[in-house]
């Protein structure tokens, strides 16, 4: 039995302590074992999650078809029911991301997920989201824009998986739409640089030096940033796997024009 064998130790020619042969296959087999182990529970850990999340999905969505429906049905008098239902499903809405997020996530940390990739577009891309957050940027008073991808004639794609790409980019326009004050920009620009490089600039406070790299680690947070529910400090992290996953690379920048952007450089199609 493993846990029967005791190491003994040898003096070694130096004067340090040595394992012998057997003591030394002892230990490499308990270091083997309780790496076995690891991976079982990491295993059964994913598998779990992957249960719930997916289990979340249908009641979510019979949620959100209930508020569609009562929506639908309100009179024009019943302005504070319409607002209060569209919170809700925008809420809805927002845990529907976090559950995508998660799962992806798992199965990435798993290994068990296969990319689904083909040329995107890049400035249909920006035109889509855009247009989705257009109306949410016109009420807080914020220019949200795309600058010019590419050379007039010329498009700029990128070869990805298109869904997992424009949720990346959706949960970092989400974060800038949080730190932008009314009345600030955000933008959405690629250019080829040898590879693609896309940014999603804001106006806004600068992330602290010592916080650029570790927001980006699972359930990570700002430093100084107060708990805040609905956040779970996922969204980066889910953005880093995807991007990596993809052969590329996400860090956060400041320039002159812009105290924070996003930047993520992937390799052309
Ligand atoms: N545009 C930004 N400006 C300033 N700080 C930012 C910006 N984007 C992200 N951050 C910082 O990075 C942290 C991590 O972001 P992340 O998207 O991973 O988590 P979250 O937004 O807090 O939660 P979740 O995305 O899971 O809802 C944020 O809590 C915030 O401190
Ligand atoms: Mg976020």
Request: glycine residues 8%.
């Amino acid at each position: 039995m493993r846990s029967q064998i005791s190491a003994s130790h040898t003096e070694g020619t130096n004067g340090a302590l040595a394992l012998d042969g057997t003591a030394a296959s002892a230990v490499a087999v308990a270091r083997l074992d309780r790496y076995t182990s690891l991976l079982d529970a990491q295993r059964e850990h994913r598998e779990l999650t992957e249960l719930i999340v997916h289990d979340l999905k249908a009641p979510l969505s019979i949620v959100r078809a209930g508020l569609e429906w009562v929506g639908g049905h309100l009179r024009p008098d019943q302005r504070d029911v319409a607002d209060a239902v569209a919170d809700a499903y925008a809420a809805a809405d927002r845990l529907s991301g976090m559950i995508a997020d998660l799962l992806t996530v798992s199965q990435l940390d798993g290994g068990g997920m296969a990319l689904s990739r083909q040329p995107v577009d890049l400035a249909r891309l920006f035109e889509r989201l855009v247009r989705a957050y257009q109306r949410r940027a016109r009420e807080r008073g914020i220019a949200l824009a795309t600058e010019p991808t590419a050379a007039p004639g010329e498009a700029l794609a990128v070869h990805a998986d298109p869904a997992l790409l424009q949720r990346v980019l959706e949960n970092i326009v989400e974060n800038a739409f949080r730190y932008t004050p009314p009345d600030g920009h955000i933008a959405l620009s690629a250019h080829a640089a040898g590879r693609i490089e896309i940014a999603v600039s804001n106006d806004g406070p600068k992330i602290p030096v010592g916080d650029r790299a570790r927001i980006f680690n699972k359930f990570a947070r700002g430093e100084s940033e107060a708990p805040r529910s609905g956040s779970a400090g996922l969204g980066l992290y889910f953005c880093k796997r995807v991007v990596e996953a993809h052969g590329g690379a996400i860090a956060v920048v400041e320039s002159d024009r812009w105290p924070t952007s996003f930047r993520i450089t992937l390799p052309e199609s």
